[in-house]
């Protein structure tokens, strides 16, 4: 049980930071991914102040096998680029930019029940199954 309420507070306090530094509202990602125009430049200190704190904390992981919470730590292992990442990559910018959201903060916009979020999220939904879907299916012809 005691996971289950920090995992909720870690989403929560991160669902606020979104809030807060709003990386919830389209119009202000678009502004950032706009460099030929009107740009905005403030989400970049926003993920400026995520690397300061992320960066550490992975430090820290590298050294310990266990969590405060005392569960097993695993690491990625697989570092290299394939068609795979720079595919996967790449749908992600293009939804980023087309729709202003990304996963996260279309989430955490959904508490406000606006129309946008909702259909981004199910669309992401069903983009995520489908994908499930082709992978299962592509594996039982390449196995």
């Given at each position: 049980?005691?996971?289950?309420?920090?995992?909720?507070?870690?989403?929560?306090?991160?669902?606020?930071?979104?809030?807060?530094?709003?990386?919830?509202?389209?119009?202000?990602?678009?502004?950032?991914?706009?460099?030929?125009?009107?740009?905005?430049?403030?989400?970049?200190?926003?993920?400026?102040?995520?690397?300061?704190?992320?960066?550490?904390?992975?430090?820290?992981?590298?050294?310990?096998?266990?969590?405060?919470?005392d569960?097993?730590?695993?690491?990625p292992?697989?570092?290299?680029?394939?068609?795979?990442?720079?595919?996967?990559?790449?749908?992600?910018?293009?939804?980023?930019?087309?729709?202003?959201?990304?996963?996260?903060?279309?989430?955490?916009?959904?508490?406000?029940?606006?129309?946008?979020?909702l259909?981004?999220?199910?669309?992401?939904?069903?983009?995520?199954?489908?994908?499930?879907?082709?992978?299962?299916?592509?594996?039982?012809?390449?196995?």
């Amino acid at each position: 049980m005691t996971i289950i309420i920090f995992a909720l507070l870690s989403g929560v306090l991160f669902g606020v930071g979104l809030t807060v530094s709003r990386m919830i509202d389209p119009s202000k990602v678009i502004g950032f991914l706009d460099v030929t125009g009107a740009w905005d430049p403030s989400l970049a200190f926003v993920m400026g102040g995520a690397l300061l704190v992320t960066v550490p904390a992975f430090m820290i992981a590298k050294k310990r096998f266990r969590t405060l919470l005392d569960i097993d730590i695993t690491m990625p292992t697989k570092n290299d680029i394939d068609s795979s990442l720079l595919i996967g990559a790449a749908m992600f910018g293009v939804g980023w930019g087309l729709g202003g959201f990304c996963p996260g903060p279309a989430i955490s916009a959904l508490s406000f029940g606006l129309e946008k979020p909702l259909i981004f999220v199910a669309a992401m939904t069903v983009g995520m199954f489908g994908f499930g879907l082709f992978r299962k299916k592509a594996d039982g012809l390449n196995g």
